[in-house]
């Protein structure tokens, strides 16, 4: 858990954002627990949007920045058996490109944004992770 005020404290007003925490069950949708749902949400796609709410606002202000979304291949792509991590990686891409757009909008040229898609990598989360 961080505090804005305490990093805007320690370091000043934050310029680069990279929002990259991800957890995984890979399981059947049946399968899969509701506590395990919630969390894949919570991690994979709600905690890019509290994190860029706390630290969008003095980006704006400043109109610069760089707002970095880690999603996966999976946020494009689906795969059996991971049909909860798919779909929260399908949020953070689509949060991703709505957030582009709407600072697109807001005349906000000043703060970049990039969505990174990885394919499956070897954390340890899935065994022997293959495409």
Aim: with cysteine.
């Amino acid at each position: 858990f961080f505090s804005v005020q305490k990093v805007k404290k320690e370091i000043g007003d934050v310029s680069i954002l990279v929002n990259n925490a991800g957890v995984i069950t890979a399981a059947d949708l049946l399968s899969t627990q509701d506590h395990q749902i919630e969390r894949m949400f919570e991690v994979n796609i709600l905690a890019h949007m509290w994190t860029t709410r706390a630290f969008l606002p003095s980006m704006m202000d400043n109109n610069h920045g760089h707002i970095v979304t880690v999603a996966s291949a999976a946020g494009h792509f689906v795969t059996p058996f991971m049909v909860v991590y798919c779909s929260s990686k399908f949020a953070a891409v689509g949060f991703h490109k709505a957030l582009t757009e709407e600072l697109s909008t807001l005349g906000k040229d000043g703060i970049k944004t990039t969505c990174l898609c990885p394919v499956f990598i070897n954390t340890g989360f899935v065994k022997n992770p293959s495409t």
